[in-house]
């Protein structure tokens, strides 16, 4: 340990950043890896039939159960931090958070128990009771368990760094690369031990968020007292909070009710319709929510033209993750279907191909932020709207890649890994050009006061994402021999729109940079 002399951090340091980052580092990634691992394997189990092993669900319902699981995480983001802010404090959110993770997977580890003990060769033929209890109930978990950690360490991460810190972007780099080293590793270890039984890539993502958990608690005085305490805020910001209070516990209550109903055994009949319902509910919410802050919140013409850009670009953000998040189902399904994964005799397991764009991030997030470095020295960076714009590009064009490979595919044929690789990669490029620069831009649109609870917002743009994604997976997967005839023209659909949006932002650039004033 170096306590570094001039050093601009109270506590101790390692490699000239926080030593606690180390902490949140290695806490997030193997958090990451229980996710990740999980997910690569969640639309396969769902979709697989009953005698295999898997659930026997259709591609309409798991799509939509898949996107609500995804949604849910994303939008318990909000209570989730309300919780850490106002009752818990961070740190204890963390390792309640991942406690209820590890729960969450190991619930749906659990039917794979009861086949080792009943040592039962013939292929079952229904679910029991126990297969979809603790489905469900494994889901609801993780979802819980994520909305209390995940935006929590990230807070944790920007609280090491005192204001104006030099660091601290590299720091979020850091931590970003812990994340998606946990989504590279896991989907290949837990695809690989899948192989046997499902339930035990998900033992395995559980033991992960365990291991996590150890190393927490084992290094977690590296954190110095950070997010020890609860914000006891100031009377004049105790309206505002007042306002995300509000809003955090409606979409957490309307986030249990709707996973506790799919708990409830109302699936496989109903999952895309609540799903339906929620899209709709979550973006009047946003909607009706900013509207207010716009109307009533007090702010300067200014202030009020910069959350009327939030507005905007939550809907493209919207598109965009609507778009890529169909890595897990709609692409995860592809590379399960329809995709030639014989290499020299050995088939690779179809969850290997979720790691891609986790290690398309490892390899060119360093050359991204440096190549907006430099293009920031030559006065040539692109505004934030612009890196939108080429995000939502980026998108469609690996549809476009994809809508070929559909085509082989609805010839009969099995198409080559590289369609998929190419279309990961292209993604990837398409998440660093808007991922995060809407993240921060956030964080430089939102008025004084309101910082968290725009975040909080631009949170349930993700989930809405999310969801939508999990409802077009259910569509345009060509589970049927009519959705396979179907699949290259739902494609050619998703390309339309996606790049339709990206035109139809760049044609609101001015305006929007209009509005922005100094921000970039
Ligand atoms: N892959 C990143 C993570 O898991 C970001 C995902 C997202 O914002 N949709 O943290």
């Known amino acids: 340990m170096e306590k570094a002399l001039n050093s601009e951090f109270a506590g101790p340091t390692a490699f000239g950043h926080p030593k606690g980052l180390m902490t949140l580092f290695f806490t997030e990634m193997w958090e990451r890896f229980s996710y990740y691992g999980m997910r690569a394997l969640l639309i396969l189990f769902m979709t697989k039939a009953i005698a295999d092993g898997g659930l026997g669900f259709d591609d309409k319902t798991s799509g939509a159960i898949y996107g609500l699981y995804t949604m849910g995480v994303y939008l318990m983001a909000l209570p989730g931090g309300w919780l850490a802010d106002r009752l818990f404090g961070l740190k204890k959110s963390v390792w309640y958070g991942g406690i209820i993770i590890a729960m969450g997977h ?19 033929i229904s679910l029991s009771a126990l297969d979809t209890t603790s489905f469900f109930l494994g889901l609801l978990l993780i979802v819980l368990g994520t909305g209390l950690l995940k935006p929590n360490i990230s807070s944790i991460v920007g609280q090491l760094y005192p ?29 690989s031990v899948a192989e046997y039984d499902m339930h035990l890539g998900f033992g ?22 950070v997010g020890e305490a609860p914000i006891v805020s100031s009377p004049a910001e105790k309206s505002s909070q007042q306002q995300l209070r509000i809003i955090s516990m409606a979409v957490g209550v309307f986030g249990v009710i709707i996973i506790s109903i799919l708990f409830t055994g109302l699936v496989p009949i109903n999952a895309s319709l609540i799903a339906s319902v929620s899209g709709i509910v979550i973006a009047i919410v946003a909607f009706i929510y900013l509207a207010l802050v716009i109307l009533a919140g007090g702010l300067s013409i200014s202030d009020k033209k910069k959350v009327g850009v939030i507005a905007i670009l939550f809907l493209f953000s919207a598109m965009f993750w609507s778009g890529f998040e169909q890595a897990g189902s709609t692409l995860n399904l592809f590379a399960e279907r ?12 179809t969850g290997y191909f979720q790691s891609i764009n986790s290690l398309f991030i490892i390899l060119f997030a360093p050359f991204f932020a440096s190549l907006w470095v430099w293009l920031g ?32 595919a609805a010839s009969g044929e099995l198409a080559a890994p590289s369609w998929l690789i190419v279309t990961y990669l292209l993604h990837t490029f398409g998440e660093l050009s808007l991922s995060p620069v809407g993240l921060s831009l956030v964080t430089k649109l939102a008025p004084k006061n309101y910082g968290g609870q725009m975040m909080g917002i631009w949170f349930l743009s993700v989930a809405l994402g999310n969801l939508f994604a999990g409802l077009i997976a259910g569509e345009a997967s060509g589970g049927s021999k009519e959705g396979l005839a179907t699949m290259p023209d ?11 949006s990206a035109l139809l932002l760049f044609i609101l650039k001015p305006i929007l940079r209009k509005m922005m004033g100094e921000v970039h």
């Open 163 to 191: 204001a104006g810190s030099s660091k601290r972007d590299a720091g979020f780099s850091i931590f970003y690369m812990g994340i998606n080293i946990g989504g590279f590793v896991a989907p290949l270890a837990c695809a």
């Open 106 to 124: 190991f619930m749906m580890a659990l039917p794979g128990i009861e086949g080792w003990i009943s040592d039962d060769s013939t292929p079952k």
């Open 204 to 225: 395995l993502a559980g033991l992960g968020m365990i291991l996590g958990l150890i190393q927490y608690r084992l290094t977690s005085n590296n954190l110095d007292g």
């Open 377 to 408: 020295r030559k006065n040539l960076e692109p505004s934030s709207p612009l890196k939108f714009t080429f995000g939502l590009a980026l998108l469609g064009i690996g549809f476009f890649v994809m809508y070929f490979a559909t085509k082989i």
């Open 338 to 349: 329809f995709t030639d994964r014989q290499v020299l005799g050995w088939e690779i397991p």
């Open 490 to 500: 739902q494609f050619m659909m998703i390309v339309y729109t996606v790049i339709g």
